[in-house]
């Protein structure tokens, strides 16, 4: 008996009909409810509105809006049960004297269809103690727009009565650019795709930051939905979209919680998080082709008088492709042509032979080959295989030629640009993520602490160790900071050799910038040898040949407290830095300064008062606690 039970469960349960059947029942009965997820504006920390969602019966086969919008697809009653959800979550918003707005889904069928019972929705509204101001229809992926005029003008009729308009899951579907721009939103909503890992994942990090600069000019507000993570919302909140909305913010519930509970501790926090980066490698590589270049080309057929002529009417010319049915076969140069005809007689001997005979194999890349890729393969070649032209083929079929010049220019720009971005030695930051992310903090009005790292006697140790020893110095300097620092909160950057800035918004930065420099000292033996570390330095010669005492190498860490509205920008904090850190090369031994002095921008130009300076020394130092003015 049990079984057939179960069975008879199971054809209930899958029988499309009987799901019909107990849709039109709830719908008559007023078995819907709808329940309330907030939406919270992240500036003041209070909720802006509540998104309205649909529900049948708890624990039925039915309760979830996909299940019952399948169902009312089956009984073909989709935008009667749209309209009913809609009636359902306004009426019992309406028992709940909330003050918030209200987010009502509503297919852009469902909306044309209701557009003729505007003003008895507008009293309706008015009769319930909810003013049509605080209506946003939010539209959603049901059907594509072919018809943007009507829709426009179904729209405006809409906002004349007060209600506002709102575009969901933008990213996904039909909510894409041009929808935007002819709806022109009050509100536009960012798919929960673009939110999940935007603390990790860079390239959507770029997308919401490009919504945000769009909804700016064309004045809506961004929503944020999927939002489940401190460090999403932290993030978002940095990047500036004003309102969030998900699990991580609140659960839906039937009760509307008109008042923030319990709010995630990135939504009170003041710092500024660090943004995710994408290092410059993993950018998209300028492709082969951008390099192409269309030149006369040559069967086999042709004489090597034919291709003499080539050259002499286009002196410009130094090289000349041989083609078969659209396949390179051959490079002909200038020189070498030139250079068999040089000799006495050759050309009357050998001008109407083939030019194949003077031709030689070509070095081909196909059009969407990466110029990083093609420089390694060039870059790999013996001296007798190099060539200064390359055939560039598209499908095995020749296109046209590059040329090696072109090609090392543009792996010569991108080394420079990448090393700004990604210092190579260690990977961390180079100049110009340090000083965005400087500016992102001074722009904030959110204060923090700016160190700069430096080694001491390092030029010495690296003439008497030799440079592999010193890049392994460095690198140890760079694992020492990225340590030490609290996650998402500290940034360190290297701006190349042995310089290094930290910007610190952790509240216990000072303790942790002391153990790096106790760190590094303790490491210190790894680098020297035993008689030079008991010497505490080596003896060298400077450059007249006269005996120099070299100290062993020391950690330099010069700090600057920037508080909010004391610096214009990264230039003027970089300014205070360099006297920060020259005051603490002037310290012996490892150090960490602290220039406690409040700055104040005049002109572009920081000023200081009077506090003095404090030093700072590691553990393994010798305590020095005087104080420094600079």
């Known amino acids: 008996m049990n079984t057939a039970m179960h069975s008879q469960r199971e054809r209930v349960v899958t029988d499309p009909h009987h799901r019909s059947r107990e849709l039109r ?365 390359f055939v560039i083929t598209g499908n095995g079929s020749y296109r046209g030629v590059g040329f090696l010049r072109e090609l090392m220019a543009i792996i010569t720009d991108m080394q420079i640009r990448a090393a700004r971005y990604a210092n190579p030695l260690t990977q961390l930051p180079g100049n110009v993520p340090i000083n965005e992310q400087m500016d992102r903090l001074i722009d904030a009005q959110r204060g923090f602490v700016a160190a700069y790292c430096d080694l001491d006697h390092f030029k010495p140790y690296n003439d008497a160790y030799g440079y592999r020893r010193g890049d392994q110095m460095i690198q140890q300097v760079g694992a020492l900071l990225t340590e030490a620092v609290a996650d998402h909160m500290d940034f360190v950057g290297h701006v190349g050799g042995d310089d290094f800035i930290v910007l610190m918004q952790s509240e216990n930065w000072e303790s942790r910038l002391r153990r790096v420099i106790a760190e590094f000292d303790t490491a210190l033996p790894q680098h020297l040898t035993a008689e030079h570390l008991a010497a505490g330095g080596y003896r060298d010669e400077d450059r007249r040949g006269q005996p120099v005492f070299h100290p062993i190498p020391a950690l330099s860490i010069g700090c600057v407290t920037v508080l909010p509205g004391a610096f214009l920008g990264h230039y003027d904090v970089s300014a205070a830095l360099s006297e920060a850190k020259k005051a603490a090369k002037h310290i012996p031994g490892s150090v960490v300064f602290v220039d406690r002095r409040q700055h104040l921008a005049i002109a572009g130009t920081p000023l200081g008062h009077t506090e003095a300076s404090a030093v700072l020394s590691a553990p393994t130092i010798a305590p020095l606690q005087q104080c420094y003015a600079i």
């Open 25 to 389: 029942r709830l719908m008559d009965d007023h078995g819907l409810h709808a329940v309330y997820q907030p939406i919270l504006d992240v500036r003041n920390g209070s909720y802006l509105a509540c998104e309205a969602l649909i529900r049948g019966p708890d624990n039925s086969e039915l309760h979830t809006p996909a299940a019952l919008f399948a169902a009312a697809a089956e009984a073909q009653c989709t935008h009667e049960l749209e309209w009913l959800a809609v009636e359902t979550a306004i009426l019992q918003f309406a028992e709940q004297n909330c003050a918030l707005r209200l987010f009502l889904n509503m297919s852009i069928g469902c909306l044309h269809a209701s557009r003729r019972r505007l003003t008895a929705i507008r009293q309706d509204l008015l009769r319930l103690g909810v003013p049509p101001s605080r209506i946003v229809i939010e539209l959603t992926e049901n059907e594509s727009v072919t018809d943007f005029s009507d829709l426009q003008e179904t729209l405006q009729d809409f906002r004349r009565i007060g209600i506002q308009i709102a575009m969901d899951d933008m990213g996904e579907g039909f909510s894409n650019l041009r929808m935007w721009s002819e709806v022109r939103p009050e509100f536009v909503k960012i798919d929960r795709h673009f939110v999940a890992d935007i603390d990790k994942d860079p390239l959507k990090l770029h997308f919401v930051r490009a919504m945000h600069e769009i909804a700016d000019a064309c004045g809506s507000a961004l929503i944020a939905e999927g939002v489940e993570t401190d460090a999403q919302l932290a993030v978002l909140r940095d990047l500036g979209i004003p309102y969030l909305q998900g699990f991580g913010i609140a659960r839906p519930h039937r009760v509307i919680a008109s008042v923030p509970h319990n709010l995630p501790l990135a939504a009170n926090h003041e710092g500024i998080l660090v943004l995710p980066s994408r290092p410059h490698s993993e950018r998209r590589m300028p492709r082969i082709d951008q390099l192409l270049h269309e030149v006369p080309t040559v069967s086999p057929e042709t004489d090597n008088d034919a291709v003499y002529r080539i050259f002499e009417h286009q002196p410009a010319l130094n090289i000349v492709p041989v083609v078969a049915g659209g396949q390179p076969v051959g490079m002909i140069t200038r020189s070498a042509l030139i250079d068999r005809f040089a000799r006495p007689f050759r050309r009357e001997l050998y001008g109407k032979r083939s030019c194949t005979m003077v031709m030689d194999p070509p070095l081909i890349f196909d059009a969407a080959k990466s110029v990083q890729e093609a420089a390694q393969i060039i870059g790999s070649l013996r001296g007798t295989e190099m060539c200064d032209t």
